[in-house]
């Protein structure tokens, strides 16, 4: 006979999002800690953001990213400790 067994266990890592001046002024900080399955990609970290609804939901579906300082697409894989910065966009002339 089978062992029944508890939800799915998953391994977790800690990452840090930093948002810069529009993306601040519209979540009203500045950084926040995620704790997010081992294996998730920007895209991933992108819409559990989105999906807490709120000021969070207005954040664009595909944003400019930098992970660790470096420039990242979307389906760059995340580990444990990176900082994820939100670059919004930039107007001038």
């Known amino acids: 006979m089978g062992r029944a067994f508890g939800p799915p266990f998953f391994l977790s890592m800690n990452i840090q999002a930093l948002f810069f001046a529009s993306y601040r002024d519209l979540l009203g900080t500045g950084e926040i800690?995620?704790?997010?399955?081992?294996?998730?990609?920007?895209?991933?970290?992108?819409?559990?953001l989105r999906g807490r609804g709120g000021a969070f939901g207005n954040l664009p579906a595909f944003p400019v990213v930098a992970v660790n300082e470096e420039y990242a697409s979307e389906d760059r894989l995340l580990r444990d400790g990176d900082v994820v910065a939100f670059i919004p966009p930039v107007a001038g002339g």
């Open 33 to 48: 800690a995620l704790s997010l399955p081992e294996g998730t990609a920007v895209s991933e970290m992108v819409a559990e």
